[in-house]
T-cell receptor, first 116, second 116 residues
Framework: KQEVTQIPAALSVPEGENLVLNCSFT??????LQWFRQDPGKGLTSLLL?????REQTSGRLNASLDKSSGRSTLYIAASQPGDSATYLC???????????????FGRGTQLTVWP | GAVVSQHPSRVICKSGTSVKIECRSL??????MFWYRQFPKKSLMLMAT?????????EQGVEKDKFLINHASLTLSTLTVTSAHPEDSSFYIC????????????FGPGTRLTVT
């Protein structure tokens, strides 16, 4: 079964710092990998999706890379802001066919606090 | 953008009763929906994959008789927690995969279930 691990579990930084969040997964047979943001008591907001054939994706101050063969992904946040404070979740979608395609396996997340 | 709603957003029930949670795709059709649960400070755990017009596929360790899933239409899936116990208290989140798409899916805002 796919296991997803995120490091660090928590991170507290001053505003303006560049950050790197790490995600690793045990089974490289994935269809895609996604990064989500979750605010306390809320649902999920999709940040970036990387297909298995891609190496990276960028959106604004966010950049995510994927090394499928080594089972790793990183989320880079540039010039962090207090509004970035949230839990960041990494999730992988196993490759395959059938009616369960699209299911996601999540890591425990990195709780980020950016202070002014 | 595509919207997924969940109802209720919060529910408190007594031990032994059953609770139904609805997941609706408001402006798109979703042949497949996924149900997750999240414990405090834990990751989202996939419970089951729900497909319109067929039986749900449950993840290992999830009791199908306790967590009843019905996907009666292309826009609605329901999760019924039967004979609820305090350990069923959790945050339940659904996602809906747009019909015809492999990776395009959207998450609901979640339902907080508290069993007293």
């Amino acid at each position: 079964k796919q296991e997803v691990t995120q490091i660090p579990a928590a991170l507290s930084v001053p505003e303006g710092e560049n950050l790197v969040l790490n995600c690793s997964f045990t089974d490289s047979a994935i269809y895609n990998l996604q990064w989500f943001r979750q605010d306390p008591g809320k649902g999920l907001t999709s940040l970036l999706l990387i297909q298995s054939s891609q190496r990276e994706q960028t959106s604004g101050r966010l950049n995510a890379s994927l090394d499928k063969s080594s089972g790793r992904s990183t989320l880079y946040i540039a010039a962090s802001q207090p509004g970035d404070s949230a839990t960041y979740l990494c999730a992988v979608s196993p490759s395959g066919r059938g009616s369960t395609l699209g299911r996601l396996y999540f890591g425990r997340g990195t709780q980020l606090t950016v202070w002014p | 953008g595509a919207v997924v709603s969940q109802h209720p957003s919060r529910v408190i029930c007594k031990s032994g009763t059953s609770v139904k949670i609805e997941c609706r795709s408001l402006d798109f059709q979703a042949t497949t929906m996924f149900w997750y649960r999240q414990f405090p400070k834990k990751s989202l755990m996939l419970m089951a994959t729900s497909n319109e017009g067929s039986k749900a596929t449950y993840e290992q360790g999830v009791e199908k008789d306790k967590f009843l899933i019905n996907h009666a239409s292309l826009t609605l899936s329901t999760l019924t927690v039967t004979s609820a116990h305090p350990e069923d208290s959790s945050f339940y989140i659904c996602s809906a995969r747009r019909t015809g798409s492999i990776h395009e899916q959207y998450f609901g805002p979640g339902t907080r279930l508290t069993v007293t």
